[in-house]
Every structure is written in structure tokens, then in C-alpha cells.
Antibody, heavy 121, light 104 residues
């Protein structure tokens, strides 16, 4: 089955760190760019970070640049997001998403079910 | 950075009616970058249209996208009960704020 399964979310204090993981199955993972998209409760989606098929090309939104790091391991068919210096405004459901092609910023044609991150004291 | 403005915020319609949703980038863009998504409560967004007008495999032909430059539209020709949802347009790195299509 073609799917993305996220894990690693939870409740974390402001200033803390968390690592999200996404396991891909059912497709050739290294043929696609991958991204993280988050959605705060009651809000629209927000692109967070992405990495191209080659594990080298990456990008981050201005709101997380310098705090979040995206990476992937094609051998393990996995995507990661290391989040540091977390803030209350990072509270959201984090989706792992697949791009339509090798670049991470193409439209997202496959979404996971999401993992919730709550940043609260 | 390009901002996407969607209108209206809410569209109140009945099944069988036509829905026209607007997405206006703050500057002219190539249509190959514009995508549309549908999101139902409790579900992840689903890609409907990419390249402004190309329907994703499996999306019914009552959904159509068009436009260019600074004005793009998503049209649902005849609303079915499952089409009542929130719709987002998207460019690389940014989403619009969404249009909710609700039962009238």
C-alpha cells in the first residue's frame, strides 16, 4: 500500500527539541521530493521544510529557518524533521507529504495522517 | 514573498449548483506552479489540480481549474454532497487561507 506514516509527536516545553520521523512504503521513495507541512488547529496548511530526492537540496520556511532541520535516508525510506528551540506557535499537526516529482516544492500528491506537536509549559 | 488571497471566505451553495472559487497571487506567476487542494474535517488535504488546470488521477471532471497571471479559479460544475469542504490554493512554499464551501 502506498502510504506515509509519521511518528514522534508529543507535548514538549518551550525551548525544547523533538524529532519527527516519517516512514514511506509502497513507492520508490528516492524518486520523490519530500516535505513537512503543518496545520495549527483551525488554521490552513503551512509548508515547513522540504528535501529533494537526492538528500542534498533542502529548504525551510522563514518561520522555522535556523531552528528546524529536515533530512532523509533513502536507504531507510524515511524522512525526518529535527525541531529545536520550539515555541508555542509551533503547535500543530505535522504532515509528511510527497511531492509530485523530484523537487520538494512541487505539489503534494500524498499525505500522511499527521503527528501532533504541542508546545506548552 | 508571494501572498495568495482566496475569495470568498465562505461559499454557501446547494447540491447541484456551480461553485467558483478564486485565488489571486500578489504578483504574476507561471500557471505551472499553482495547485488546488480539498480538505474535509479530520482529514489531510487532497491534491485536486496541479499546473493550474491539470486534474490529478481519480479526480472527477466536474472539478476544473483555470486562470493565469494573478487570477486563478477552481470551478466545481455541479456540487455533490461530498464536495462540501475547504479548498486551498498553493504555490511552492505558501498556501492560501482557504475557501469553505458549505451547505446553504
Amino acid at each position: 500500500e502506498v502510504q506515509l506514516v509519521e511518528s514522534g509527536g508529543g507535548v514538549i516545553r518551550p525551548g525544547g527539541s523533538l524529532r519527527l520521523s516519517c516512514a514511506a512504503s509502497g513507492f520508490n521513495f528516492d524518486d520523490y521530493g519530500m516535505s513537512w507541512v503543518r496545520q495549527a488547529p483551525g488554521k490552513g496548511p503551512e509548508w515547513v521544510s522540504g528535501v529533494g530526492w537526492n538528500e542534498v537540496t533542502t529548504g525551510h520556511s522563514a518561520s522555522v529557518r535556523g531552528r528546524f532541520t529536515v533530512s532523509r535516508d533513502n536507504g531507510k525510506k524515511s524522512l525526518y524533521l529535527l525541531m529545536t528551540s520550539l515555541k508555542a506557535e509551533d503547535t500543530a499537526l505535522y504532515y509528511c507529504v510527497r511531492a509530485e516529482g523530484r523537487d520538494y516544492d512541487l505539489p503534494f500528491d500524498l499525505w500522511g495522517q499527521g503527528t501532533m506537536v504541542v508546545v506548552s509549559a | 514573498d508571494i501572498v495568495l488571497k482566496q475569495s470568498p471566505g465562505t461559499l454557501s451553495l446547494s447540491p447541484g449548483q456551480r461553485a467558483t472559487l478564486s485565488c489571486r497571487p500578489s504578483q504574476s506567476i507561471s500557471d505551472k506552479y499553482l495547485a488546488w487542494y480539498q480538505q474535509k474535517p479530520g482529514q489531510a488535504p487532497r491534491l485536486l489540480i496541479s499546473g493550474a488546470s491539470k486534474r490529478v488521477t481519480g479526480i472527477p471532471d466536474r472539478f476544473s481549474g483555470g486562470g493565469s497571471g494573478t487570477e486563478f479559479t477552481l470551478t466545481i460544475s455541479r456540487l455533490e454532497p461530498g464536495d462540501f469542504a475547504v479548498y486551498y490554493c498553493q504555490l511552492p512554499g505558501t498556501f492560501g487561507q482557504g475557501t469553505k464551501v458549505e451547505f446553504k
